[in-house]
């Protein structure tokens, strides 16, 4: 068996097949490799076990009873059936209710033993347990424990020779908990990783050397792979873990690094700093002097003797256009051109029109390129471009097309970078002959993720707003709420604004991402086992998630007839959700449905309240660029955070979008209380998702990867060693896989 049978389709893998392979394509998984590297995001403890007498309330454990009589089913109305049944043990009685499980009278036979797992609600004299999992009590067919082995019960108290689960059972051990996707159970997908890894398990790439392995005391990655999925018991859990994050850090740190690697070491563009008073002297208002401290840095930069490689990184409005702007004066005077690459052609064309009206009247000239361009259009931009008549050319990736030719590209700018690639950023970078590179994020990034992902860049912080920026108010509120909402939408369109309504999923049936605080890797093992319980357990469910699609569909026919409602997602054909966002952008629709697709996108000054339907569901630092899309006119403007979380984590959450406006500040309790997942909240910005480290509680670990990155590098700079090979595959994948 080969390395390939990694890439072969889940299809063929035992309990697949094609119809559960579509639905877990939803959930990234399409390979063996993919299904294998899909790691729970949380874990159930069902090793405790307890006596009745000694059940706590909110505690959920495993408890083995009788049942001291047959389950009594009763239909409460249409829709609700309830079964109830008395279950003892020697200490005393637990009361233990279905809901809408009617099979359940005739599987649960009165007089025999059986393992009950749940939460007990209810009170201290009746205890109660309310949908639990259930099997027979596992004298059949089990393994005794070794002398040694005992599991602890809910008190502190030991058990013996507590038998070991047998293969198939669920209590007694502990349980991966996965992010599904409508139709698809913890079940299947447990089935399928365990097929899987019997499948893979002696093939699996260990991307470590034998020398890292050592050093830093990891566990090999067939050992990591299993026990992450199947933990033999919490130890084993850590071990697995510590490795995975591990190298989950080590890979990217040196594939970062191994790209900073392949640059061209070379003497940059020489930019003479200008004397920016007359720029400065140009403009309608004053610089912040944030800004003029971010420009500075940049000018001493490009007069060096190596090419800038500088961020320029501040919050939603802080003026990094400005900088941008005056960077690429810079080389203008220098006489070298400038290449401005935005990730959507409505950005592009905003940034071009601001742009234009700024540094035309300077006397420099601004062109536009951008794919929905006539290809007439298109040549006579490239003509001009080649023949050097265009000092900056904004535009998308088009601006990387083969038949763009720059005379003297001196300047290469990338705004919100993280959504491009990076062979992107890297073939943009040799239109010309070794430019100084700007990149800029209006996305707040902590300097701990920045220094993995950004390594060398030098960073510019804008941490000043410009004056006359207003506050956006921000409310908190349940479905309560809801026709209030609507009449305040109402109230705001009648006197000419308008209004965001942000989605979480583009149509119904898409992946359902976890309630915010269900995964909290970086936790001690052990707390974190013993907190994360499903909400089933309760008897509770996932709040339905509300798709763009038919929230829009809603709103313009029941909700607000009258209204011009328009509908703007990423499936949508790129002309489709121009004119979407034109509309909106132009005034002529008071409404945008829409999914995070403008998270990025139009200014709209007019534009007064965002709402964001389930934002329990969204990182912090997804909800502050939303809100930023409203406050930037002259009107008062609002944010309503809809939460439909059920736990005091997701309100929680949420608060701190109330306490504070600072972009950084937000980012940090993001990336502390999200836990793993893609930081960005999409996979656009071309750097790999985590799927298990976390940079914010990880950092132990992040520091020992970074190191055995630099060795690794040190010592075989272009990964040609035997034992770099896998390490060599992965990163090759890493960006196959990343570069949009």
């Known amino acids: 068996m080969s390395n390939d049978t990694l890439d072969t389709s889940i299809r063929y893998i035992k309990g697949v097949g094609e119809a ?33 007498k000694d059940l706590q309330i909110g505690g959920a454990v495993c408890v083995c009873a009788m049942a001291a009589s047959d389950p009594k089913l009763s239909h409460i109305r249409k829709g609700l059936d309830i ?49 639990p999992l259930f099997e027979a009590d596992r004298d059949r067919g089990t393994v005794p424990l070794s002398h040694d082995q005992t ?55 260990d991307v470590l ?50 790209m900073r690697g392949r640059r061209i070491e070379q003497a940059g563009k020489k930019i003479t700093k200008p004397d920016f008073t007359k720029f400065y002297g140009e403009l309608s208002f004053t610089p912040t002097g944030a800004q003029k401290r971010a420009i500075d840095e940049a000018a001493e930069d490009m007069s060096g003797a190596k090419p800038m490689n500088r961020l320029i990184q501040g919050d939603v409005g802080s003026g990094k256009t400005l900088v941008a702007a005056a960077c690429a004066w810079s080389a203008w005077k220098s006489g070298f051109q400038a290449a401005f690459m935005a990730p959507t052609e409505i950005l592009a064309k905003q940034h071009f029109n601001s742009l234009s009206k700024l540094l035309e009247p300077m006397g420099m000239r601004v062109g536009l390129l951008v794919g929905a361009m006539t290809a007439k259009q298109k040549r006579e931009i490239g003509e001009k471009l080649s023949l050097g008549e265009i000092d900056l050319l904004i535009g998308t990736h088009a601006l990387i097309s083969e038949s763009v030719h720059f005379y003297d590209l001196g300047l290469v700018i990338t705004d919100e970078q993280h959504r491009f690639g990076v062979a992107q950023r890297s073939m943009l970078t040799e239109k010309g002959d070794s430019p100084h590179v700007l990149v800029m994020s209006a996305t707040p990034i902590p300097r701990t993720l920045a220094l993995i992902i950004y390594g060398d860049l030098d960073i510019s912080t804008i941490d000043e707003m410009p004056p006359g920026r207003r506050e956006i108010e921000t409310h908190i509120v349940g479905e309560t709420h809801r026709k209030r909402v609507y009449a305040f939408i109402e109230k705001l369109v009648k006197e000419g604004r308008q209004v965001y309504i942000i989605c979480p999923m583009v149509e119904e049936e898409e992946t359902h991402q976890p309630l915010a605080g269900e995964t909290v890797p970086g936790i ?39 209204l011009q409602t328009k509908l703007v997602h990423g499936k949508m ?24 697709v403008v998270e990025v996108g139009v200014d709209v000054p007019n534009a007064a309240l965002m709402i964001v339907e389930n934002a329990d569901r969204f990182g912090l630092s997804q909800l502050h660029q939303l809100r930023g899309r409203v406050g930037r006119g002259e009107h008062e403007s609002h944010c309503i955070l809809f939460n439909t979380g059920k736990t005091e984590v997701s309100r929680e959450r949420l608060e701190i979008m109330k306490a504070t406006g600072d972009g950084f500040k937000i980012a940090e309790k993001d990336l502390s209380m999200r836990g793993p997942g893609d930081f960005f909240g999409s996979r656009q910005h071309g750097l790999p998702e985590l799927h298990i480290a976390n940079f914010a509680t990880d950092m132990l670990i992040l520091n020992q990867a970074q190191n055995a990155a630099a060795e690794t590098l040190k010592k075989d700079p272009k990964l040609e060693a035997h034992e770099n090979r896998d390490l060599s595959e992965q990163i090759k994948r890493m960006f196959n896989e990343n570069d949009l």
């Open 209 to 258: 050397s034998s020398d890292i392995t050592k050093h830093y005391q990891l566990c090999k990655a067939r050992y990591a792979f299993e026990n992450i999925h199947f933990p033999e018991d919490f130890e084993a859990l850590e071990i697995a873990r510590r490795r995975l994050i591990f190298e989950e850090l080590f890979v990217l740190a040196v594939a970062m690094r191994f």
């Open 83 to 131: 079964v109830k049944v008395r279950v003892v043990d020697e200490s005393g009685a637990l009361e233990v209710t279905f809901f809408n499980q009617a099979y359940i009278k005739d599987a649960i036979k009165q007089g025999e033993n059986y393992i009950f797992y749940g939460r007990i609600t209810g009170s201290l004299i009746r205890p109660e347990m309310i949908n």
């Open 151 to 205: 599991h602890p019960t809910s008190v502190g108290e030991t058990v013996p020779g507590l038998p070991r689960p047998a293969p198939g059972t669920i209590t007694g051990r502990i349980m991966p908990i996965y992010s599904l996707t409508a139709k698809l159970s913890q079940k299947m997908i447990s089935s399928a990783v365990r097929h899987g890894l019997d499948k893979c398990g002696e093939i699996l790439p």
């Open 573 to 596: 054909k790129p002309k489709e959700k121009d004119a979407a966002m034109n509309a909106f952008a132009s005034g002529e629709a008071d409404i945008l449905v829409a999914t995070t």
């Open 524 to 562: 001690p093992t052990s707390d974190l086992l013993r907190s994360n319980q499903m909400n089933s357990q309760n008897g509770q469910t996932n709040p339905p998630l509300k798709s763009a699609t038919e929230h829009h569909k809603h709103l313009s026919k029941e909700v607000f007839p009258n």
């Open 20 to 52: 559960r392979e579509k639905l877990m394509a939803k959930l990234g998984i399409f390979t063996l490799r993919d299904l294998v590297g899909y790691f729970p995001r949380a874990y159930e403890d069902r090793t405790a076990f307890a006596k009745i």
